[in-house]
């Protein structure tokens, strides 16, 4: 059985910094592209970054460039999010997700949902001003 558990949520003031963490079991996470998403209150679910088996991230929203940071960890099955210089506008339950389509271990040109089949229950990220 496949298991997603993100952490390191929490509330920090604007131009602060937060690391999330995701670890996943029951799967051999080293075949898989690993994802960042995050769904503010009203808002539909969106992509933030994301990154491939071997370690490469092709691909980022523009509302996160130069400020986040994937990164992941193989030998732990641990995947990571560093957030720095944080805005108000962060604020969101933040999901982590395993690929779901072929090919597993890439990110495609654009990060959508529908592509991640295996998801944790999300971290909750708040950015006070």
């Known amino acids: 059985q496949v298991q997603v558990v993100e952490s390191g949520g929490g509330l920090v003031q604007a131009g602060g910094s937060l690391r999330l963490s995701c670890t996943a079991s029951?799967?051999?996470?080293?075949?898989?592209?690993m994802g960042w998403f995050r769904q503010a209150p009203g808002k539909e679910r969106e992509g933030v970054i994301c990154?491939?088996?071997?370690?490469?991230?092709?691909y980022y929203a523009d509302s996160v460039k130069g400020r986040f940071t994937i990164s992941r960890d193989n030998s732990k099955n641990t995947l990571y999010l560093q957030m720095n210089s944080l805005k108000p506008e962060d604020t969101a339950m933040y999901y982590c997700?395993?690929?779901?389509?072929?090919?597993?271990?890439?990110?495609?040109?654009?990060?959508?949902?529908?592509?991640?089949?295996?998801w944790g229950q999300g971290t909750q990220v708040t950015v006070t001003s």
């Open positions: 997700a395993a690929r779901g389509v072929s090919p597993l271990g890439y990110c495609s040109g654009s990060l959508v949902d529908r592509q991640f089949g295996y």
């Open positions: 990154i491939n088996w071997n370690g490469g991230f092709p």
């Open positions: 029951g799967l051999t996470f080293n075949n898989y592209a």
